[in-house]
Structures are given as C-alpha cells and as structure tokens.
C-alpha cells in the first residue's frame, strides 16, 4: 500500500490527494463546520467534501513513466505541483486541470 498523500489548498477549500495509477483528485470542501482534514489523521473524502476533478496528467503525461504521485504542493490557492516518484513535475491549475508547465529531473548523472 502507498503512504497517503495529500495537501489542503493555502485557503482550505480544496485537498489535493494522491490517487491510484499516477493520479492525483482535487476535492472542494461543501461543509466549514468540519475540522481540516488529513488522510493521515483517518479522514475519509465523504465527510464534507466532493469530489472537483481528477488530474491524469503523471499517467497521460509527456514523461509517461512508471512511478506514482509522491509530493503535491499547492503554489497558491489554485495552483498545484505535484511530483512522481519517476522524476516527473507537473505544474497544472487545480480547478480545471489546465497543464501549465512540465519539468523531468535527472534520476542519476552517470556518464
């Protein structure tokens, strides 16, 4: 089982998780009263939040690579990066899924 994975947007109206097979879903949260959430704290997506979108973009991506989702970080309240543990960045509006830059880090510098 992969280690969850997961980031509240700067304002706490979305959580970004890392899912199954390279993805990553976007949720938008329907109830204030509720306290933030964390998958690690046993939090589950039902207790008021819906689901806004999933991101295939590590899966269907340009560096389509074995690997899954193993950082996300929001870069303001509507703009994710996530990373794959295959050495993939993607940095993409979370609202719409719309790619906005791709990046592949060297894994190793043999010559």
Known sequence: ???AVDCLSPDGQFWAIA????TV???RRTNERLPLPSLREGH??????EKWLTSYLHRDGVYNRPGHVCKLAWLGNRT????????????????????????????????
């Open 80 to 111: 994710i990066c996530t990373e794959s543990n295959a050495g993939s960045i993607y940095i993409w509006h979370a609202l719409d899924g719309v790619h906005l830059a791709t990046k592949q880090i060297a894994r190793d510098a043999r010559p």
């Open 25 to 27: 879903d976007i949720y």
């Open 44 to 49: 589950t997506t039902e207790e008021g939040w």
């Open 1 to 3: 089982m992969l280690p």
């Open 19 to 22: 899912g199954r097979h390279n």
